[in-house]
Nanobody
Framework: QVQLVESGGGLVQPGGSLRLSCAAS????????MGWYRQAPGKERELVAV???????NYADSVKDRCTISRDNAKNTVYLQMNSLKPEDTAVYYC???????????????WGQGTQVTVSS
């Protein structure tokens, strides 16, 4: 059973920074694309950033100059460094693993339980 566990959310003032982490556990051999999505109240879930196993990245235009996604393939962990946070960044942030090779099969996508990020003074 593959599980994703996020950490690092919280309350931060506008202009502040947060680093989110997401660790995937289970009998995992490899994960192709991992990423972060977010959902604000009353809005649909949207992509924040994704990263392939080879390190290629893609960002939403709204965060492109303020966030950096990275991953440690050996630890099956993905990170999201968020700087210059704005109130409109307030949302529940979800970790995603698109396709996981584990237990001799490919499965996915998998989602974490979400971590709340609140940007407010």
């Amino acid at each position: 059973q593959v599980q994703l566990v996020e950490s690092g959310g919280g309350l931060v003032q506008p202009g502040g920074s947060l680093r989110l982490s997401c660790a995937a556990s289970g009998s995992i051999f490899s994960i192709n694309t991992m990423g972060w999505y977010r959902q604000a109240p009353g809005k649909e879930r949207e992509l924040v950033a994704v990263i392939t196993s080879g390190g290629n990245t893609n960002y939403a235009d709204s965060v492109k100059d303020r966030c950096t996604i990275s991953r440690d393939n050996a630890k099956n962990t993905v990170y999201l460094q968020m700087n210059s946070l704005k109130p409109e960044d307030t949302a529940v942030y979800y970790c995603n693993a698109e396709t996981v090779f584990a237990g001799r099969t490919f499965n996915g996508p998998y989602w974490g339980q979400g971590t709340q990020v609140t940007v407010s003074s």
